[in-house]
Nanobody
Framework: QVRLAESGGRLVQAGGSLRLSCAAS????????MAWFRQAPGKGREFIAR????????YYGDPVKGRFTISRDTAKTMVYLQMSSLKPEDTAVYSC????????????WGQGTQVTVSS
């Protein structure tokens, strides 16, 4: 099993930037890709970004294209989400997720980190 732990969430002003980190441990050799999702109060979980573990190809959800950047450090088994031009509607709990080889769905979730953007 892959274990995930996010960090970096905090209160930030609109227009500001923030970087979230996710540390992976456990069966990290089984990771095919990793992703970030978010969930705002009263709303469903929303896809933010996904990155292929070997190869570095990345995909983004429409609401964050051009503002957020996902990256990974395979040596440290870390995934990052650099967020810029933050808006109040970006306020949510951000969760890190792992996809293991052979799975088309998320196989591991982190506990989430709160990001609050004030206007």
């Amino acid at each position: 099993q892959v274990r995930l732990a996010e960090s970096g969430g905090r209160l930030v002003q609109a227009g500001g930037s923030l970087r979230l980190s996710c540390a992976a441990s456990g069966r990290t050799l089984s990771i095919d890709s990793m992703a970030w999702f978010r969930q705002a109060p009263g709303k469903g979980r929303e896809f933010i970004a996904r990155i292929i573990w070997s190869g570095d190809k990345a995909y983004y959800g429409d609401p964050v294209k051009g503002r957020f950047t996902i990256s990974r450090d395979t040596a440290k088994t870390m995934v990052y989400l650099q967020m810029s031009s933050l808006k109040p509607e970006d306020t949510a709990v951000y969760s890190c997720a792992a996809y293991e080889y052979g799975s088309t769905t998320v196989t591991s979730w982190g506990q989430g980190t709160q990001v609050t953007v004030s206007s």
